[in-house]
């Protein structure tokens, strides 16, 4: 009786095995295709895995938005899509997960003086003799919401992590200005040759920019990006005319 009682019991753990055998996978895959239709349904897209969700993005669209009524005022509205923001802004999120993702890969920090010091060199905190204000930067300080101050603070951070990924870059490149670079530009543009410095300084700006843009542009092609936002085409914007 009693191994025939220890014999049921194991018989019926050998089964319960199985059938959580056959059961936890289904579980598995079901949640996490639950957990990757949630992503995608906050997202406007996703890059090598990283959501850009869309708090992200309409909050960069009301900045850009902004910005641009500033500058245009009222003509805004009747050139905005011809301006083609929303593609634009979303081809910027996905540059700026790209380059921090990048900067990440190569272990690049941004330490918190070199974000203080970023904060403090806006020309909000300067004097009108255009030195730094000690008391005008507290005073304006005091004054932001902590949200409002983590948020600029957390933009400093990419913006620095995004210039020393790109120093990085084009430093591995050694791109050099030759004297003839330099003698050629001057001859095109008839400027006279006192300018020289400012010339090789400019061209060197110049094909830094161009070697970075064509690093990016290899890199984007290799990275996988899925895109969830719905954007007009040419087409449609063309029939709401």
């Given at each position: ?152 603070e957390d933009e400093i951070r990419k913006a620095i992590m995004i210039e020393k990924l790109k120093n990085l870059i084009v430093s591995e490149a050694n791109i050099k200005i030759s ?63």
């Open positions: 009786m009693i191994t025939n009682f220890f014999r049921k019991k194991k018989i019926m753990k050998l089964i319960l095995w199985i059938i959580a055998i056959m059961i936890i996978p289904g579980f598995l895959l079901w949640g996490i295709d639950i957990s990757g239709r949630q992503k995608r349904a906050n997202s406007v897209a996703i890059v090598n895995r990283e959501p850009i969700t869309y708090r992200e993005f309409y909050s960069r669209l009301s900045d850009i938005e902004d910005r641009y009524r500033q500058i245009f005022g009222d003509k805004y509205t009747q050139i905005r899509d011809e301006l083609d923001i929303e593609r634009n802004i979303l081809e910027e999120l996905i540059r700026e997960k790209i380059l921090l993702q990048q900067a990440r890969k190569r272990k690049i920090r941004v330490f918190d003086n070199e974000i203080v010091e970023a904060f403090k060199s806006d020309p909000t905190f300067k004097d009108q003799e255009g030195k730094f204000d000690e008391k005008k930067y507290k005073d304006i300080l005091s004054r932001i919401p902590e949200d409002v101050l983590k948020k600029i004297d003839k670079d330099v003698d050629d530009f001057i001859k095109e543009n008839k400027l006279q040759s006192e300018d020289r410095e400012s010339v090789r300084k400019v061209l060197q700006w110049q094909k830094n920019e161009k070697y970075f843009n064509e690093w990016y542009t290899e890199i984007r092609k290799e990275s996988k990006v899925e895109i969830y936002l719905p954007l007009k085409t040419t087409e449609n914007k063309e029939s709401e005319k």
